[in-house]
């Protein structure tokens, strides 16, 4: 029998380890003689709600795999397959709070390693999506809706980077859905590629795309830097660009998405130029392909 850690054992049981927990008193600005006598204001239920912890990453982890990592937030599975946690987002819509654990999973070892990918270099995204609930008037999270495939991307066996250097953007469409787009970064052939990833939350199943609650739309580039790549200049012309991105509401579905660059760009073989209004890159929801397309 498999050994499950306390950690584990607590959250299958009652969930507690996601439950509220009430600020410390060494966190209370010093008080009078006076002010220290009198009884502690009850805690609203306010205060209450927003004192909920996120799930921890191998909870998050347990849950979408059913498989005990012992607190570890990488781990090999059954078919030689790593599972690893990869991030994590709380929102709100339509009068709920989640939060979503992301993860993913590389393909396996041999005949039974098959986890059913199209590119063996990808990973499968995976989610685990909890929902902020009341019990006993207090806080917790309630069990989470799992899916173990929501799309793949990546290279060499291994999910894109998470940029801790930029945030997450979001957009809540007309019809109810989120579009959550997370900053990520690659490194290829000497050049430093700044992207967004992007995942949509359809909770209500208000479109008819080929995925449950969440579901990968692919990832749209923003920066470039060939500065290591360059030498100088003595390789190639040196260039640099940074990008922002912007959604475009186009009803009630999903937005267009608007990425404005300065800095300099290759034109030609051996020369570099500004950039100008004129590289601004538009992308637009392809429904056949259910990607984000030019």
Not at 54 to 68: G, N
Not at 276 to 292: C, I, L, M
Request: charged share 25%; aromatic share 10%.
């Amino acid at each position: 029998m498999t050994k499950l850690s306390p950690l584990l054992l607590a959250a299958m049981a009652t969930m507690a380890a996601m439950a509220v927990m009430a600020v410390g008193c060494d966190a209370q600005a010093p008080q009078s003689m006076d002010a220290a006598t009198q009884p502690t204001p009850p805690q609203t239920k306010e205060q209450d709600m927003s004192e909920l912890k996120s799930p921890t990453a191998d909870s998050v982890l347990y849950f979408i795999y059913q498989r005990d990592g012992d607190g570890a937030v990488s781990y090999k599975v059954d078919g030689g397959a790593t599972v690893s946690y990869w991030y994590g987002h709380a929102f709100d819509l339509k009068g709920k709070h989640y939060f979503t654990g992301f993860g993913s999973k590389s393909e396996g070892e041999g005949p039974e390693g098959e986890n059913g990918m199209m590119d063996p270099e990808h990973v499968a995204i995976s989610q685990a999506t909890f929902t902020r609930v009341e019990k006993e008037g207090k806080a917790e999270w309630s069990k989470p809706d799992t899916d173990g495939y929501v799309g793949e991307f990546g290279r060499m066996g291994r999910a894109e980077q998470i940029d801790e250097s930029r945030k997450a953007q979001s957009f809540t469409t007309g019809d109810g859905r989120y579009l959550l787009a997370v900053p990520t970064l690659d490194f290829v052939n000497g050049t430093d590629v700044r992207m967004f990833a992007l995942l949509l939350f359809d909770p209500d199943n208000v479109d008819a795309l080929g995925f449950r609650q969440w579901g990968y739309l692919g990832s749209i580039p923003v920066s470039y830097d060939n500065s290591d790549a360059c030498d100088g200049g003595e390789v190639m012309p040196c260039a640099a660009s940074s990008g922002t991105l912007a959604f475009e509401q186009t009803g009630a579905g999903l937005p267009d998405l608007k990425v404005v660059s300065k800095g300099t760009i290759i034109a030609a073989p051996g020369k570099v130029r500004d950039m100008t209004e004129a590289d601004t890159v538009v992308y637009t929801f392809d429904q056949e392909k259910q990607r984000y397309e030019k």
